[in-house]
């Protein structure tokens, strides 16, 4: 368990998270691909990734465009980002948070995170959050002990 993660509130931009993002990534000397959001008591209400973000971004009709060459695209990009500034962590995040105990089990968390495709969880002892599991973490975990 990592008990050095960053929040994000909810009531922020998208953009807003994405400089937070980076923020962290320098900090923490590794990049950051999701955050944990929190109301001002510092309760978890909500997880935001990298994937939610793009996911958002992604023109929903994608699928359907066929090639981009058949398409006058530009712009496109621009367009979209500018029009995803307005949209706040809130609007996207998930709030159907899966967490765990201090005490659950490192296999538990495992089994969880590969079950659910997830690569994040929060440890949560009560209402506080403890910490945040990450799937990198437990790979290098395993990793070491394979090597011993």
């Known amino acids: 368990m990592n008990t050095r ?13 994405v400089t937070f993002f980076q923020k962290a990534g320098e900090v923490e ?51 979209v980002c500018a029009s995803a500034k307005s949209v706040l962590v809130e609007d996207i995040m998930t709030t ?16 969880i995170m590969i079950k659910k495709h997830i690569r994040r969880v929060p440890v949560i002892d009560g209402d506080k959050i403890e910490g945040i599991v990450y799937i990198s973490d437990l790979f290098y975990y395993f990793a070491r002990k394979l090597a011993e």
Do not use: C
């Open 5 to 17: 993660f960053h929040t994000l509130r909810p009531g922020i931009s998208i953009a807003e998270a």
């Open 29 to 79: 000397k590794r990049r950051t691909f999701g955050m944990m959001v929190t109301d001002e008591a510092q309760h978890l209400v909500g997880m935001i990734s990298m994937y939610d973000i793009l996911l958002f971004i992604r023109p929903k009709h994608i699928h359907v465009w066929g090639t981009m060459e058949d398409l006058d695209v530009s712009g496109l990009t621009e367009n």
């Open 96 to 111: 159907d948070i899966v967490t765990v105990s201090p005490n659950t089990h490192i296999m538990m968390i495992l089994d």
